[in-house]
């Protein structure tokens, strides 16, 4: 399965119903990370829909880590999207006994590959999968920008280029905003993560930049990552709350946050203007 | 000539990695000092430095035994719990997954090292983390025993090891056991306490008093069938600590359901660690044998408590 299998507009048109459902389900939890779900969506989408093969061997098939866990609804959605979760109200996440954890809980929820949430940890942990698995299954860990600042991700880095582990690939969601940030340092760096390729080169890794909502170009890079002879960093440069009008105007408001049902409302009528536009 | 306990367990890793392909070993740049070169001498294409950095470390071993492999990660316990206490914690202790983690140079006699390399309270931090199974050898037998039970077992698990190489203690190994005749009062010990207790339990003999030792290698869980099974006759236990006694083996006792009395002797929570000899430290902490001696001699004089053997204990 691969890019030719699907036009961008099929996927396109995927990505308006995963994020509708997402919208749908963090109202109905009562709140949760819309702007970094949101600007996740399509990178997880293409994974699943590009590279992933459900149905492979547990010895060879690929394995994909949400290490921006707080994302994790965005998970949920793709994978009940592509069938790989079955029988899952994603209006249950983060309710007790509801079988999505707020957080990625591997022993929770079926297709969840490695539990997350405390961040930094994933891409250490793709390590130990790559070592583990061999050549044969490429391992995708998705981080945050923000994400980049936890030491661990270095140590991590470090090591996977020591050894030329080629088989992990690592996408940044280069959102460009984090919970906080420096906003009370206003004469500051504002962006959480600067010079991203030439850091993660200069630890051994080969890099690519590409647009992360462009499935043609998401796709495209995931098979140059499959290619390298080196661990791979792809940057997906995204926008917070994408879809979202309100949420692209307000991602510190949107980070994390509980929506009125007018809120709510306002915001499944932006998502359905924006897939007009598009 | 005896040998550190974390090169025991490095050798019989090696050996078990000839008919298990399932074993890896990592390592955080300390392996010609916790043993985990025994391994990599005999399986370089299974062992992974991570360099200096432990973090880094522990989640990639919780990365590999997500995918059936059986990784044991091994430092100083220091680094190990605490620098990489949250990897434990989400990686290994929330995913329940086969991680076992190896600490070398843990209690207080840490030698020249001093208090930045000493784990006083591993054993509070690691048994308070869920699914956690923690194994404290006294002797390379018990570090067999061990590396065999976890091997056997699927969940994860800590080993704490002494700094210095450790003499034989008598008995066969198992997971909990006495040294000697089980008794009302009785010392309870693990790791190289124990040591320390079957010294002071000579010297008692000396004096006409015949005092069990009760030794667990495998420090946690402790069921209510273990505290039956084993302690259900004891009335009084010193619970000798190479380690704090607050969150120690005494509070572990408690917790499982002794109902007798516990005295925990160890290391000062006042105490932060410094460099010196083992005597020098636990002269200074009242720990050597003839402190340990000294203190139970105390009890019986004071007690009037009976000083023949009391066997009653029944085990399993």
Redesign the interface.
């Known amino acids: 399965m691969g890019v030719n299998m699907y036009r961008n507009n099929d996927l396109l048109k995927e990505a308006h119903a995963v994020r509708s459902a997402i919208i749908d389900a963090l109202f109905k939890a009562g709140g949760g990370h819309y702007g970094g779900a949101m600007s996740v969506t399509d990178i997880l989408l293409a994974l699943y829909r590009g590279i992933i093969v459900p149905a492979q061997s547990a010895a060879s098939r690929d394995r994909v880590i949400l290490s921006k866990g707080h994302a994790a609804i965005a998970l949920y959605a793709v994978l009940k999207h592509v069938g790989i979760l079955h029988n899952i109200d994603l209006g249950r996440y983060g309710t007790f006994n509801g079988g999505l954890e707020g957080h990625p809980d591997m022993t929770v929820t079926a297709g969840v590959d490695f539990s997350t949430g405390s961040l930094g940890q994933g891409v250490a942990a793709g390590l130990g999968m790559a070592f583990a698995c061999g050549p044969q299954s490429h391992i995708w860990v998705i981080v945050g920008d923000g994400e980049c600042q936890e030491g661990q991700i270095w140590e991590a880095a470090l090591i996977a280029s020591r050894y030329s582990v080629s088989n992990l690939h690592v996408i940044i969601d280069n959102n460009g905003a984090q919970e906080v940030g420096w906003s009370y340092s206003p004469v500051v760096e504002q962006r959480p993560l600067v010079d991203i390729e030439a850091k993660w080169q200069s630890f051994g890794w080969v890099t690519a930049t590409v647009d992360g909502h462009d499935y043609a170009a998401l796709l495209e890079s995931y098979h140059w990552a499959q290619s390298s002879r080196s661990p791979s960093l792809i940057v997906a440069k995204t926008t917070k709350g994408k879809g979202l009008l309100s949420a692209e105007r307000d991602p510190a408001k949107f980070h994390c946050v509980t929506l009125t049902a007018e809120e709510h409302q306002m915001l499944m009528g932006e998502l359905n203007a924006a897939e007009i536009r598009a | 000539m005896q040998q550190k306990l974390g090169h025991e367990c490095g050798q019989y890793l090696a050996e078990a990695a000839l008919t298990n392909s399932s074993i890896?070993v990592l390592d955080g740049d300390l392996a010609d000092s916790d043993g985990a070169e025994e391994f990599a001498k005999l399986h370089p294409a299974r062992f992974?430095s991570?360099?200096i950095?432990e973090?880094?470390?522990?989640?990639?071993?919780?990365?590999?035994?997500?995918?059936?492999?059986r990784?044991w990660a091994f430092s100083f316990a220091s680094f190990l719990c605490y620098r990489a206490y949250?990897?434990i914690?989400?990686?290994v202790s929330?995913?329940?997954l086969p991680v076992t983690l190896v600490g070398a140079y843990a209690g207080g006699c840490g030698g020249r090292n001093g208090k930045t390399h000493l784990a006083l309270n591993d054993l509070s931090i690691m048994t308070t983390l869920p699914n956690i199974h923690v194994w404290a050898p006294a002797d390379r037998d018990d570090v067999r025993f061990a590396v065999e039970s976890i091997l056997d077992e699927s969940a994860p698990a800590y080993m704490r090891l002494p700094r210095l190489p450790q003499q034989i203690v008598p008995g066969e190994p198992g997971r909990i056991r006495w040294i000697g005749a089980p008794s009302e009062i009785a010392i309870v010990a693990y790791g190289a306490s124990t040591h320390w207790a079957v010294d002071a339990q000579a010297l008692l003999r000396s004096k006409g008093i015949d005092i069990g030792i009760l030794h667990f290698l495998k420090v946690w869980p402790i069921s209510s069938a273990d505290v039956k099974n084993f302690l259900g006759d004891v009335k009084y236990a010193f619970v000798v600590e190479d380690h704090y006694t607050i969150g120690g083996l005494v509070d572990l006792l408690r917790h499982a359901g002794f109902k007798g009395q516990l005295e925990g002797i160890g290391w000062l929570s006042t105490w932060g660690g410094q460099s010196g000899s083992d005597a020098d430290l636990t002269a200074f902490a009242k720990l050597r044998p003839s402190d340990l001696a000294s203190r139970i001699l105390s009890f019986y004089q004071q007690t009037g408590a009976d000083q023949r053997p009391t066997v009653c204990v029944s085990q399993t």
């Open positions: 890896w992974i991570s360099g950095a973090q880094a470390m522990v989640s990639i071993a919780a990365g590999m035994a997500s995918c059936g492999c990784p949250d990897q914690r989400v990686g929330q995913t329940k």
